[in-house]
């Protein structure tokens, strides 16, 4: 072959060759937005009469709004689409939604153009609220295994894999939102027996250590809907890709923003339980606590607490003198405290319910202690009056 | 096809195979390789990584070699005009010009100048230098050192009261009272553990130095640090001076110190550690906080208050100024880059209070919550912020940001940071420079709660004991090691298990110590580059030219004896030298000296270096001996810890001599 033909037929070749290496090169999976960019959930201008069960089933949208060219619904795909939760790159975000009135709610991926849509899990059957975690990952409420209304927090990968639940007892949890420090922060709704709720803000760790109530003082990043910081209440036209008027429920900016640390975890399946730590039972802002007499608490008992078997005693510990206490108990479920006096009375219990996930070595400062208590810098008696044989805490985790 | 190209054929595929072979047999081996240096799976294969931008810094960095200013401490001449600023690094006093915001000059002085303090009428300056032990006296008009003043070992912070100065002895653990014209010292009296900080009353009559490290205690007992009050009296060579000695009870880490102007009172930053505590997590302050002393004049009383928020710390509290109006007082966050302004009057407020409703006032520093009443604001500023110095009228505040090479200008009046004045330090960053900002900086703990420095003070250890988590709860409590002289001593950790820095810093430190992110593998050969770069103070214990004392030299014998007293052999894994053996003393395996307790899980520990041994208390594995002596007294009664019971208290004495040199 001459050169000249290499020449007649490699050039070209070439340059389609270059040609679509750039192509491939220059657009990426994943674009990201050219300037200020919200993602709005939507719900019918109409849907105001709609009550109960028909306001949770209704139609939702998730539109993206440009700066310049205004709001476009991406998910016109799908029966209903909410709580779009932006990734941190700002190339793509997640969103629970159904397909079909029908169909079963599933929590989605989509570019932030509206393409590449894939799901991701149906998790339990009911998942909602998904938010993006640092380091890959997707965290989400769904149903969980309990009274009718259960929900808890549940964890995945970004392919759906490795699902695994967070939070523990038959409660509500819900609005989870992600903390600037790598945290959690979520709503716990306990009902009392007449079906009343009343709501706390908790706070764990990613991998569901470290439960503890919200201070409030830890900011939280824009993650999902429910910190939008600029959320707005509007009206969309019909004339933005719907069959009518919408009106706006929440925003979200889905600008790169700063990635909070991905915090490690201590979990191990190896162990099947972790301990509870308490430096000083008499650390209290409970009075009925706090004024019980050094040395009157001789014991806790550790109790399931809600749900089937509650109040069932699953461990137990000595108080020692100092107030500290150490015991070790089942992990990923809730129990309550009582403590016991000299003559075996119960002096007072916490049945609002904490967990220890597997190998977790919880520490506590006190009983309902105040909120913003440090620690005494003691060594507790807890830990010595362990006999040696006792691996508290032992734990073999592998790199 | 042909044989001839057949065999092509199959010599192709040979080679082909062949080239695989050593391709997956070379990754095979490199995988080896950097687990077995760096003790950890593989995060990179990068070669480039360890073997140029690793061990001391990149080809470039050795071939540069910049010497960084690291500006430390600041004084303001009295008309405002001129700032003075020590650069240890690079062992000047730069002089800034505060009006234009810009260098004006250099001056030469010692080795490593670390604090200055000016006369008042600002034509001398006086710089402590670390190295030499001298302070400086720099006639300010002509830039040039003018005479050197003998103090003790490692001078660090400096005040002047009247016509002396006080000169905190860092490494001698006392305090020199010099004539600031002759030089003559007055007096050298006794201080706490590692003296740091000077701040004289206005009037002349009181000094206060900080005092870094706790004094050693008993094993399980809360570490208190000392501040210690001079009524400074008379000039009088020999006069008595009265000394007090505060103990700040549950704190150590005392930086900064002030007096209030206008008030009785004086303020010094502190650390509340809580390392009785098993280590199980970091929120709520569970590792460590910062705080604030106030310290009452008129009754002694000390209340400590804090200095972080409840979920959001801010680590390393270093340096504290007062405004001249005694309202506002600022301190400098070493490990978070940030200055927080401080309304004294709430401050004043929070107290009377707590008094009133008969708090412990010293144990206020517990209630995170307080802060929000009396913070004014949180000043983000550079790297590394340590000195800090107002303009005479209190309008402006100026901030030594150590790892920038630049002084922030901090507008009190609208507290915001508006300017940074670069001091000429070098553009290029090497890997040791980055691993001291990693080394440094609490981003990489959880709610930036502590650096590596705040366990590892000035580089070296805060004297402390810790129970980790990972073998148990309250197993396994053991002591804090130095990180001065640390190349080429690995095995790391007591227990030997981590054979490189790697290691050391890597998952298993972020799971069960910062509970947050790992170092990025970059910013962990940074850090590693920087550990290994630090090399241990020069040894005061030894003679001019490294000659030793006669007690000196009968210690050395007693090291490397190979019989007792009476003749009779001692087995070669008894003398001292086998197992503290070669140049840094430490054969780098475990021994068993019988110092195992009832809680440790193994009977074997890493046999420590002995370089700058002195310095290193207190000791053994937990820290249960407080000194040297202790570690045969007490703790090797049956001559677990090599043979000394033939020794008699003389031969002990020489011993630990010879010891301390090394």
Redesign the interface.
């Known amino acids: 072959v001459s050169p000249r033909a290499w020449w007649k037929v490699g050039a070209p070749a070439a340059a389609v060759a270059a040609a679509a290496w750039a192509g491939l090169a220059w657009i990426p999976s994943d674009p990201p937005a050219s300037g200020p960019v919200d993602l709005v959930t939507l719900a019918p201008t109409d849907e105001s009469a709609l009550r109960g069960a028909q306001h949770a089933t209704g139609r939702r949208w998730v539109a993206r709004r440009d700066a310049s060219s205004g709001a476009r619904v991406l998910t016109n795909a799908f029966f209903r689409a909410e709580a779009p939760s932006p990734s941190f790159d700002g190339r793509w975000f997640v969103f629970a939604g159904r397909r079909e009135a029908s169909s079963a709610p599933a929590i989605h991926r989509m570019s932030l153009d509206g393409s590449a849509v894939r799901e991701i899990t149906r998790g339990a059957g009911e998942p909602g609220e998904p938010i993006v975690m640092p380091g890959g990952g997707i965290v989400f409420t769904d149903r969980a295994e309990g009274p009718a209304g259960t929900r808890a927090l549940f964890a995945c990968a970004e392919d759906g894999s490795e699902l695994r639940r967070l939070t523990f007892g038959p409660h509500r949890d819900a609005s989870p939102a992600l903390l600037e ?2 945290r959690l922060r979520f709503d716990r709704f306990l009902r009392d027996t007449g079906g009343n709720e009343s709501r706390l803000t908790m706070t764990i760790r990613p991998d569901g250590t ?1 439960l ?1 109530r919200s ?1 409030g ?2 900011p939280a990043v824009a993650a999902s809907a429910s910190d939008a910081p600029h959320g707005r209440w509007g009206i969309i036209p019909a004339s933005a890709g719907g069959a009518s008027d919408r009106r706006e429920l929440a925003a979200v900016p889905a600008a790169p923003r700063p990635e909070p ?6 979990v191990s399946a190896a162990r099947a339980t972790g ?1 509870l ?1 308490c ?1 000083d039972v008499h650390a209290s802002r409970l009075p009925a606590i706090a004024d019980l007499p050094r040395g009157s608490i001789a014991a806790v008992k550790v109790t399931r607490a809600g749900g089937e078997g509650a109040g069932e005693v699953i461990a137990e510990a000595p108080v020692q003198p100092d107030g500290s206490f ?1 015991v070790e108990v089942p992990a990923d479920t809730l129990v309550g405290l009582t403590l016991v006096g000299r003559d075996g009375a119960p002096l007072a219990s916490f049945h609002s319910g904490v967990w220890v996930r597997p190998n977790e ?3 506590c ?1 006190g009983c309902h202690e ?11 008696m807890a ?2 009056a ?1 006999s ?1 044989a006792y ?7 592998s ?1 | 096809m042909s044989p001839k190209r057949r065999r092509a054929m199959r010599g192709l595929v040979l080679a082909a195979c062949a080239v695989a072979a050593a391709g997956g047999g070379a990754r095979w081996w490199a995988v080896g390789h950097v687990a077995h240096f760096t003790g950890t799976q593989p995060q990179s294969l990068d070669c480039v990584a360890c073997h140029v931008t690793g061990h001391g810094g990149t080809i470039t960095d050795r071939m540069r070699a910049p010497r960084y200013l690291s500006p430390l401490d600041i004084a303001v001449s009295p008309d405002g005009a001129t700032m003075y600023v020590t650069a240890p690094d690079s062992a000047e006093l730069l002089v800034v010009d505060a009006a234009s915001r810009r260098p004006a000059g250099r001056v030469a002085v010692g080795e490593r100048p670390y604090f200055v303090v000016l006369s008042g009428d600002g034509a001398t300056a006086w710089v402590s230098d670390q190295d030499t032990d001298v302070v400086h006296r720099v006639d300010l008009a002509s830039r040039a050192v003018t005479k050197t003043l003998p103090s003790g070992f490692a001078p660090a912070g400096i005040g002047l009261a009247g016509d002396r100065l006080v000169v905190a002895n860092a490494l001698g653990s006392d305090i020199s009272i010099l004539d600031a014209a002759t030089g003559d010292e007055q007096g050298r009296l006794a201080a706490g553990n590692y003296p740091f900080a000077v701040a004289v009353a206005p009037d002349a009559s009181l000094a206060l130095v900080t005092n870094l490290l706790a004094a050693p205690v008993a094993p399980g007992e809360p570490p208190s640090a000392e501040l210690t009050a001079i009524e400074l009296g008379s000039t009088d060579r020999g006069s008595r001076r009265r000394i007090t000695r505060h103990v700040v009870r549950d704190a150590h880490l005392l930086e900064g110190a002030a007096f209030i102007p206008g008030r009785p009172a004086a303020l010094i930053t502190l650390v509340r550690p809580r390392n009785l505590l098993p280590a199980v997590q970091v929120e709520r302050g569970w590792m460590m906080t910062g705080g604030l002393g106030v310290l009452d004049l008129a009754t002694g009383e000390l209340a400590q208050l804090p200095l972080d928020d409840v979920e959001r710390f801010y680590a390393d509290p270093s340096d504290v100024v007062v405004t001249p109006d005694g309202r506002t007082a600022f301190v400098s966050h070493g490990g978070v880059d940030v200055v927080t302004a401080i309304d004294l009057d709430a401050v004043s407020q929070v107290i009377a209070e707590a008094r009133a409703a008969g708090e412990p006032l010293d144990q206020l520093a517990d209630r995170l919550g307080l802060s929000a009443r009396y913070v004014r604001a949180r000043i983000a500023v550079g790297s590394n912020p340590r000195g800090l110095a107002l303009s005479p009228d209190g309008s402006t505040l100026y901030v030594a940001e150590r790892l920038d090479d630049t002084i922030g200008v901090v507008d009190v009046a609208s507290l915001r940071r508006v300017a940074g004045i670069d001091l000429g330090g070098p553009r290029h960053q090497t890997a040791v420079r980055r691993g001291e900002k990693v080394f440094n900086s609490a981003r990489a703990t959880l709610q930036q709660q502590f650096s590596c420095r705040s366990c590892h003070p000035e580089n070296h250890v805060d004297g402390l004991q810790y129970d980790l988590e990972p073998d148990g709860l309250g197993r396994n409590v053991v002591d804090n090691r130095s990180l001065l002289g640390l190349r080429g001593t690995a095995p790391f950790k007591w227990n030997g298990k981590n054979t490189s820095l790697y290691m050391q810093c890597g998952i298993r430190f972020a799971r069960f110590l910062t509970r947050s992110e790992p170092f990025p593998f970059d910013e962990q050969v940074a850090l590693a580059a920087f550990l290994e770069s630090l090399e241990p103070p020069r040894n005061r214990h030894r003679g001019p030219g490294g000659a030793l004392t006669e007690a000196q030299q009968r210690g050395r014998e007693i090291f490397s004896r190979a019989a007792r007293a009476d003749g009779t052999p001692i087995r070669l894994i008894d003398r001292c030298s086998t197992c503290h053996s070669g140049r840094l003393y430490t054969d780098r395996q475990r021994h068993d000296v019988g110092s195992a307790g009832s809680w440790d899980t193994v009977r074997a520990f890493d046999t420590p270096q002995l370089n700058n041994i002195g310095m290193g208390a207190p000791y053994l594995h937990d820290g249960k001996a407080r000194t040297l002596e202790e570690i045969w007294t007490v703790y090797s009664p049956g001559d677990e810890h090599g043979i000394t019971s033939d020794l008699g208290k003389q031969g002990l004495n020489d011993l630990i001599e010879y010891l301390r040199t090394l």
């Open positions: 420090d790598g470290g503890a201070l003082s830890a640390p991905v915090l490690t975890s201590v301990t730590l430096l150490l070595n919880r520490g400062v105040p909120s913003d208590r440090a620690p005494a810098n003691r060594r507790p830990v010595d362990a040696p691996p508290a805490g032992a734990m073999k985790v790199e």
